[in-house]
């Protein structure tokens, strides 16, 4: 099982960004996949999850700003970034899990190698 992200880079306080996540070698796309984040001397933490079976879920720092969304066809899926602020500067990844649903929470086994969001103010 392969992920791979794209769409990281910098923006100003208030721009949006669109990170995208391919997934290779499952059969399924509608296990529950998140996107997580993690800054330099802080914990990862959990943004957006959503699987086809139980919707999505957000943390209450991106409410209202961050979207999760999926391509059934092409097993992608996406988080598009609004109203950004420099505390969302992060690296960004993206991981599935083997679950149908993302209530309670699954592991996520596979994940993405990074891509760098980086606000400034």
């Known amino acids: 099982v392969q992920l791979v992200e794209s769409g990281g880079g910098s923006v100003q306080s208030g721009g949006s960004l669109r990170l995208s996540c391919e997934v290779a070698?499952?059969?399924?796309?509608?296990?529950?996949v998140g996107w997580f984040r993690q800054s330099p001397g802080k914990e990862r933490e959990e943004v957006a999850v959503?699987?086809?079976?139980?919707?999505?879920a957000y943390a209450d720092f991106v409410k209202g700003r961050f979207a999760i969304s999926q391509d059934k066809e092409k097993h992608t899926f996406d988080l598009q970034m609004n109203s950004l602020k420099p505390e969302d500067t992060a690296m960004y990844y993206c991981?599935?899990?083997?679950?149908?649903?993302?209530?309670?929470?699954?592991?996520?086994?596979?994940w993405g190698q990074g891509t760098q969001v980086t606000v400034s103010s």
């Open positions: 991981a599935t899990s083997l679950s149908w649903v993302c209530n309670p929470r699954p592991k996520f086994p596979y």
């Open positions: 070698g499952l059969s399924s796309n509608a296990y529950c």
């Open positions: 959503m699987a086809r079976y139980s919707g999505t």
